[in-house]
C-alpha cells in the first residue's frame, strides 16, 4: 500500500510517503533552532511552525515520492502522544486530506511508529519484537507481538527520559539544545572511565525493566557544580563521555535482559537517543555477545519524522486494521497500548 504519514507531535513538521516497506519520501521541517534560544521546545512556538510548514512540507513529500495524492491508499496521522496543540495541526491536516482525497485516514501511535520505522530500513519486524524506544519523552522497554494491535509495555522510566537527561546535562554544560548530538560528538574525545557516575535502578532488588535518570542528572550536576567552585577547570569531554556510558549502559544492559527473560532473539532501538553513536556501538557489541540481533535505524529514521507514521499506516492498510473516522482528534497522552485510533463508525473505505 502507498502511504504518506504525517507527524507534528513535537517541534519536526514530518511528511513520509512510503510504498509497503519501501521509503519513497522523508521531507521533515523542523523549528528546532527557534527553541535552541529558549533552552527547550516552546509548544505555541512549535504549533505555528507546524502551521505554516505543513502543507509545503507534504507538496515537497509527494514531489520528492513522485506520487499523486490520489494515488495513496490511505492517510496516517500521530494521533499522540505529545504536544496537544502541535499534535492539533498534523491530525486537522491529515482530515482535510482525507476528505479532499476521499481516502481512509489512520490516527497512530507516536511510539508504535518509532518501531515501526525499522521495517523501511530492515524489512518487516520479526513478531514479537522488543524495543528499547528512548527519546527526549520516552525511556520504555516494549514487547510488540504485533506492532499494529498489541505492543506491552515492560518498564519505563520512572523519572526522566533518557533524551530529556542529554538535554538536561548539555543545558548544565552551555552546549545548546538538543543535547544529543553535541554530547554525542564532544563523548567521543572524552574518556567514559574518566568519572563513575551512578547507574541508576540496577541493584537486585530494583525493577528489572524500569529506568531512571534523575539521580544520574543530579550526580553530574553536582560534579560540575563542585569543579566550578573549586576553580578548577570542567573536563567537559570526559564528563560528556562518561554520562553517556551510564545512560547507555544501563539501557543496553537492561534491554537485553528482557529479551533473554523473554526468549527473544531480537532488539530494535527507536526514539531520538537511538541516533546516539555510543549506545550503537555498545548496543551492537552487547548484543553479538548474548546472540541477539540488533536493529536500529539510520539516525534520520530515528528522531521524529514523518515516514515513521507512513510505515505504521502501511501496516494498517496491509493488515486490514479499522480506519480511524473525520472525527478523529489528537491525545496528547495517548497510551502506547493504543497502537491506532480507530473510529467510531468503523466502516469500510474500499
Ligand atoms: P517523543 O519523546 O515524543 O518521541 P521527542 O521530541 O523526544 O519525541 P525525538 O526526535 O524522538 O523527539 O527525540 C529527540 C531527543 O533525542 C532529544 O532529547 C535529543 O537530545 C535526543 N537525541 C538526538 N540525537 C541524539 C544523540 N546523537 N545522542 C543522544 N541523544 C540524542
Ligand atoms: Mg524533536
Ligand atoms: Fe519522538
Not at 533552552?39 to 504549533?47: F, L, Y
Not at 516494549?142 to 533518557?162: E, F, H, K, M, Q
Not at 528489572?208 to 573549586?230: H, P
Not at 563521555?241 to 535482559?257: C, H, P
Request: proline fraction near 6%.
Amino acid at each position: 500500500p502507498l502511504v504518506l504519514g504525517i507527524e507534528t507531535s513535537c517541534d519536526e513538521t514530518g511528511v513520509g510517503i512510503v510504498r509497503g516497506t519501501t521509503l519513497l519520501a522523508d521531507a521533515v521541517a523542523s523549528s528546532v533552532d527557534t527553541h535552541a534560544r529558549f533552552g527547550g521546545v516552546v509548544p505555541e512556538i512549535a504549533s505555528r511552525a507546524h502551521l505554516e510548514a505543513m502543507v509545503p512540507t507534504i507538496e515537497r513529500a509527494l514531489k520528492e515520492a513522485g506520487v499523486s495524492g490520489r494515488d495513496l491508499d490511505g492517510i496516517a496521522v500521530t494521533a499522540g502522544p505529545g504536544l496537544a496543540g502541535a499534535l492539533l495541526v498534523g491530525v486537522s491536516a491529515a482530515k482535510a486530506y482525507a476528505y479532499a482525497l476521499n481516502k481512509p485516514l489512520y490516527g497512530v501511535n507516536h511510539l508504535a511508529s518509532h518501531i515501526c520505522v525499522d521495517q523501511l530500513e530492515h524489512g518487516p519486524l520479526p513478531e514479537p519484537t522488543m524495543a528499547l524506544l528512548v527519546s527526549g519523552g520516552h525511556s520504555s522497554l516494549l514487547l510488540a507481538p504485533d506492532i499494529t494491535n498489541d505492543v506491552r509495555p515492560l518498564g519505563a522510566t520512572i523519572d526522566d527520559a533518557a533524551g530529556e537527561a542529554f538535554d538536561k546535562i548539555a543545558r548544565v554544560l552551555d552546549l545548546g539544545f538538543p543535547g544529543g548530538p553535541v554530547i554525542d560528538r564532544l563523548a567521543r574525545e572524552g574518556d567514559p572511565a574518566a568519572i563513575a557516575f551512578p547507574r541508576g535502578l540496577t541493584g537486585s532488588r530494583d525493577p528489572a525493566y524500569d529506568f531512571s535518570f534523575s539521580g544520574l542528572k543530579t550526580s553530574v550536576a553536582r560534579w560540575i557544580e563542585a569543579k566550578r567552585a573549586a576553580g578548577e577547570e570542567v573536563p567537559v569531554r570526559d564528563v560528556a563521555a562518561s554520562f553517556q556510558e551510564a545512560v547507555v549502559d544501563v539501557l543496553t544492559r537492561k534491554a537485553i535482559r528482557a529479551c533473554k527473560d523473554e526468549g527473544v532473539d531480537h532488539l530494535m532501538i527507536g526514539g531520538g537517543v537511538a541516533a546516539n553513536s555510543r549506545l550503537r556501538a555498545l548496543a551492537e557489541e552487547r548484543c553479538e555477545r548474548a546472540g541477539i540481533r540488533l536493529r536500529v535505524p539510520r539516525p534520520k529514521l530515528c528522531t521524529d519524522n514523518g515516514a515513521m507514521v507512513a510505515a505504521l499506516g502501511a501496516e494498517m492498510v496491509a493488515r486490514n486494521r479499522p480506519a480511524s473516522d473525520l472525527e478523529l482528534s489528537a491525545d496528547s497522552s495517548l497510551p502506547v497500548t493504543e497502537t491506532h485510533v480507530p473510529g467510531v463508525h468503523t466502516h469500510d473505505h474500499d
